[in-house]
Nanobody
Framework: QVQLAESGGGLVQAGGSLRLSCVAS????????MSWYRQAPGKQRELVAV???????NYADPVKGRFTISRDNAKNTVYLQMNSLKPEDTAVYYC???????????WGQGTQVTVSS
């Protein structure tokens, strides 16, 4: 059974930092590209950052220079370090695992991030 368990969300003031973690089980973690998405109320889910199996990273324009995605294959964990948070970063953040090729994509339950002004 595949599980992606996010943690680290919470309430923070603008300008503050949070680090999200996502622990994966039931998949061969190192074979999966790992991503963070977010969904704000009334908006579509959007990609925030991705890290490939090879360690290459890509970020959405609104978070470039503020967020950093990383992975620890020994711990089956992907992280999202979020600095200089803004109220517009408020959303539920979801972890996603996708193995390149004809494989299923998996989602976590999400963790709430709220940034107050």
């Amino acid at each position: 059974q595949v599980q992606l368990a996010e943690s680290g969300g919470g309430l923070v003031q603008a300008g503050g930092s949070l680090r999200l973690s996502c622990v994966a089980s039931g998949i061969i973690f190192r074979f999966n590209d790992m991503s963070w998405y977010r969904q704000a109320p009334g908006k579509q889910r959007e990609l925030v950052a991705v890290i490939t199996t090879g360690g290459n990273t890509n970020y959405a324009d609104p978070v470039k220079g503020r967020f950093t995605i990383s992975r620890d294959n020994a711990k089956n964990t992907v992280y999202l370090q979020m600095n200089s948070l803004k109220p517009e970063d408020t959303a539920v953040y979801y972890c996603n695992a996708r193995r390149p090729g004809p494989y299923a994509s998996y989602w976590g339950q999400g963790t709430q991030v709220t940034v107050s002004s």
